[in-house]
């Protein structure tokens, strides 16, 4: 049994991690542009709440705070000036001794959702050295607060906030896909591969009807997978049963095939000095027995063209119909004892173009399964008659005088049963007696289709059976015997 390499379920297990991940990005994006904006608003709101608490603190000209308030303050911000600008004056809170020239400017009140989403990735990418001047409005808006200060606080508390997530994340998406990949292994991995796993060992063995699958009691996709799968492997094995049972029945008929047509070569050497005799009734049945040895001996040579894919090509000639009914009815040798009637119906200027050998075994074997069918009856009131009628019609002649002809074989008989009548041209199937090969009407079949016709059962409002063939532009009306069987 050939070892799965890669395993469904790692790769549904490794697809959700990834799939919980992509969407803990996409969430990752607008969040980390707001923490930083957030984180900036957080510095402006705490500069502009320095600067209303001191406003009654008076340390000097040119400041409202003492120079160890203003240390303090800007090292609490970690900033290097901050001021305020409310609707009265602009004033400065605290400065450091040195103040450089701000790199980014930053008015919170501008900010959008694609600036604020912008500004984040490009303190996450380039953020560190710079110097921001940050501006924002307090409260209702009447505060404006101010501050200067270096980028590299913010950058490290988006590091942070960023690694957080991502645990975060990581482990969100490891507990979804487990949850996921334990559902999935459950529900459809599992029967999956118990399907594969059933699939390769009837492969190995598909005659061992042991191998068939066992369907599940799922009513979901699985279980009218495991039906419809365990279905196909009966019909497979069956077919492989009879495909090896063709196989045995071709060699075993090849073994009797060669001594037959020995026994028969006898048989013909018999006949031709039967014929010699001035008996009127040897003279009678001589040259009909004599036709049927040569027959034999032409359908050993050809037994196993069932076996094959078609029957020989048919050599086409005119042949006149009635006349080859006629022979078909000599070659039943029916027992008068029997009381069934043979009605010859076939016109007797109809010709058909067909080959005369095989267009026999055709109606032969029609004619036989008719002969089966009224004997099999017995003592059956219902069948007062017993009788087999053989006809043909012909449809209006197109080019050449040649038109459509239907040939049609009907009995008396009970009738086919349903089994019979669902495997009719399939063979060893469609028999309809005990000990019949069921070969009679696949053969009738294959001729009639080598000559571009077809063959089916008609409907019948009265008791018996009734077969007809149908030829396309195969028969004409001649006044003259042509060709004679």
Sequence with gaps: MPKLRRRLSTRILVITA???MLAEVLIFVPSVSRFR??????KTETVAVAGLASEEVDAGPGSVLGPNQESALLKALDAQLIAIDDKDASRLLARAETVGVPDLQINLSDETMMAMILGAFDTLILGGDRLMRVQGAVGDGSVRAEVVMSERPLRTAMLVYSRNVFL??????????LLVYTAISRYLVRPILHMTHSMMRFGANPTDTDRIIAPSDRDDEIGVAQVELAAMQRRLTETLREQRHLADLGLAVSKINHDLRNILASSQMISDRLATIEDPTVQRFAPLLLRSLDRALHYTQSVLAYGRAVESEPVRREVRLRMLVEDVYETLALDPRSQIRLVNAVPDDLVAMVDPDQFHRVILNLCRNAVEALSSG??????????IRTGAQIASAGAGGWGGLTIFVEDTGPGLPEVARENLFKAFRGSARSGGTGLGLPIAAEIVEAHGGEISLADRDQPGTRFEICLEGRAARREAVVARV
């Design 18 to 20: 990834l799939a919980v």
């Design 37 to 42: 904006y957030d984180w900036l608003t957080a």
């Design 168 to 177: 975060l994340s990581l482990s969100i998406a490891m507990f979804a896909a």
């Design 378 to 387: 017995g003592d059956d009131p219902s069948m007062v008659v017993r009788q």
